[in-house]
């Protein structure tokens, strides 16, 4: 067990950052997870649980224990049904890296999630979901580490008292536990969603002849790489804020304003609008801020041209949504956690 001392995490967020921790060390198993947490130096310490660092904004040195997951794994286990699989990853294993194992697998329903960067024990703390897809479809169950007792604790879907880019592990149970491995319930037989109308047109211009698990996963790389910038050639996070919903009255209201606005029924009183959409009427996509801005493909996405610090990509954020809600009267909230 290796613990480094004034360690930078620059290596370590998407972003980019270059903070320093107190304490940096790894883990490749619950039982060295549980033998770190015992550590005297790491017990007297917060921690911070790191995976793929792509949903974290450093602002500032980080006075905690900086714990690296790296658990791998994969394994899968039939359900009584037959048709139903139940698939349980290492929490340290990549989200895309699963997802591209359960297409060879054959197995459906996170084909729409493909090329979301991070985690797997991630996925399940902020819910995170794509083209019309979200985590809480398929999941079955977790498996986490109590940082207090070192106590392993199942989850189930309803304990996770998941929503909207939210969970339990955000609200009441933040900081509280270690997620070591993730079960979704997936299926050999896979009702394909190409509801949302990228897919549909980019499987048309990918000339698809025949639907599969496959054809939806390139379709949705292909829109991704398409919209979002390389973490590896600019610093950034993927989308920084999550897409607001809004009441139907105060969407029709905005719509007679701004007839092009879009928007998707979430309920039958509640809309959700594009964040992006309503960035980009404020004027800031492609906007350039010495070695930070808005990238010039997508609005959602703040970028690190290299050599930006955490407070002004902050500090940026802070203004989009200032300008939001004085334009359409609509709060955004940051979608990466800011630290």
Known sequence: ????????LQPYNTFGIDAKATLLAEFTSKEELQELLQHPQVKALPKLILGGGSN???TQDVEAAVLLNRIKGITQAPQEDQE???????SGETWHDLVLYTIEQGLGGIENLSLIPGTVG??????????????????????????ETGQTITFGKEECNFGYRESIFKKEAKGR??????????????????????????LEEMQVKELSL???????????????????KIGNAGSFFKNPEIGLAQFDILKEQYPTMPGYPVSE???????????????WKGKVLGKHGVHKDQALVLVNYGGATGNEVKALAYEIIKSVEEKFGISLSPEVNII
């Open 1 to 8: 067990m290796e613990l480094q001392r004034a360690a930078s």
């Open 56 to 58: 974290v904004l450093f």
């Open 84 to 90: 139903h699989v139940l698939v349980t990853a290492g």
């Open 122 to 147: 991630a996925a399940p703390l902020q819910n995170i979901g794509a083209y019309g897809v979200e985590l809480k479809d398929t999941f079955y169950s977790l498996e986490a580490v109590e940082m």
């Open 177 to 202: 536990y270690i997620v070591t491995s993730v079960t979704l319930q997936l299926t050999r037989n896979p009702t394909f969603n190409t509801s949302y109308g990228a897919i549909s047109n980019t």
């Open 214 to 232: 496959k054809a939806i996963s390139d379709a949705v790389i292909h829109i991704r790489r398409t919209k979002l910038p390389d973490p590896a």
């Open 269 to 283: 009183h509640t809309v959700k609008v594009p964040a992006g959409w309503l960035i980009e009427q404020c004027g």
